[in-house]
């Protein structure tokens, strides 16, 4: 008998065994599951949150610990073979944020430790006190303690001890990850604890992510600011590539009050590739806490904009995901937040807000755009070589409808208004069936995201 068949009798023993009489063997199965202990300060039933409703996380309903980097160490074992587990909780199916179900020697000491790394649906994400720092987080309060046939099972703990920034941006990012991926897997998303490194704040460069802690509003207590830079981080890594944006409009705004160089706003006026980048970011932060389908859907930004442009009336950080931004105050325009709100010249510009829109009502409806389906979009317009200001030096080319060639350079290096629809067209090698490619040219009009290659 060969070497793996005796070791292979020897393991059906050893299960019968303990199938047969778990307590006489003294082992029992048990399985832990981790929720996150952790808050927010945009996580609010109010503004319609569908996920991550902390008014109703008790101890036994927090948010699941989907995917979280686990290790259940038996101090009493051979120390050849010390550990039960080690890997990743189960980031979906029927016990998420649960360990597999470990037979446990009883009277061992058990020692769990968890780690601010979670593997979701083949991506890693992993928080990291900064750039510098190769380890991540690791609870400080690990579990300690004797098996014994007492326990509840599951065993459900805390994945952390402390509510921390750690926790809250490992959380809402490995949900982010749950709920949306893009189509991307086999990804490392690095998010680090410290100001960007070049522009200070925080930032997404070369698919990672940096979260400054410092100031009165850290990102890492905004689930919705979160997600939003973990998408940019997304989109670039597609292989799409990353270009450096220009956000200065070059005159006027379409918030009273607002100097050109203050950086942008949801609904500041940006040059047509900035605004779709951050409107881009911003969808998917939308999308991920909301159902596509909800009538209530808002969500809120770190900053309070004053939608309606009137310094007089109080501004509020919550917005509608699809409609008017303002609905109570003073209303502004639903459809076309720029062509309502923002001075004149409008060419080649854009807002966040009219992208978020455009992208919210592309996704929902009868000819619904899945989420892949907008990341193939954008990843076709080679947003890599988009110039800052969006718009070529040379005179547009005609309109591309009936079907044409993509433009050749000069025009290739920059990005016209309509380039992303361009490349969503059916026959030009777009993912779209042609219901899906008017669904997006309708939302796209409607939402203020003006197509055509004339200037408007
Ligand atoms: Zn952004």
Known sequence: MKQTQVVGVLLALLCLGTTFDASASGT?????????????????ASIGDDYFIEVDAGPGSAPKARGLKVRVEDLDADPADPHPFDGYASYNGVSPGCTPVLDLAVDHQ?????????????????????QFHSVTF????????????????????????????HWRILAAAAFAQYRERGGLSGRTYFIYDEACPFAGGSCSLDGSVWLDPAGSEPYNRHKYGIVHELGHAMLYQTGAGQWFVDFLAPTGVCDAGRADDEGWREHSKEYQSAAASEGYANFYAALVFNDILDSDCRMEEIYSPNWDNDPATPADRAFNCTGDPDPIDQPTSATDYLGTMCDAPTLAMGTALDWQ?????????????????????????TPSTWCPNGWPVFPPPPPFLPPSPPPPPPWAPCWPSDRMIFYAHPLNGGPLTVDEYYAFTDAMELH????????M
Not at 28 to 44: A, E, K, S, V
Not at 110 to 130: D, F, H, K, P, Q
């Open 138 to 165: 690791r609870d400080e309060h690990a579990f300690q303690e004797t098996v014994n046939q007492g326990w509840p099972n599951p065993y459900v703990l805390h994945a952390n001890h402390v509510k921390e920034r």
């Open 110 to 130: 058990i020692l769990i430790t968890t780690w601010s790394e979670a593997l979701v649906g083949g991506n890693v994400i992993t928080v990291r006190e900064s």
């Open 357 to 381: 829109r455009f992208l919210w009502d592309a996704s929902k409806g009868p000819d619904s755009l899945a989420f892949v389906d907008l990341v193939d979009i954008w990843v076709g317009s």
């Open 448 to 455: 203020g995201v003006h197509t055509g290659w004339i200037p």
């Open 28 to 44: 029992i199965p048990m399985q832990f599951c981790f929720r996150y202990n952790i808050d927010y300060d945009d996580d609010d």
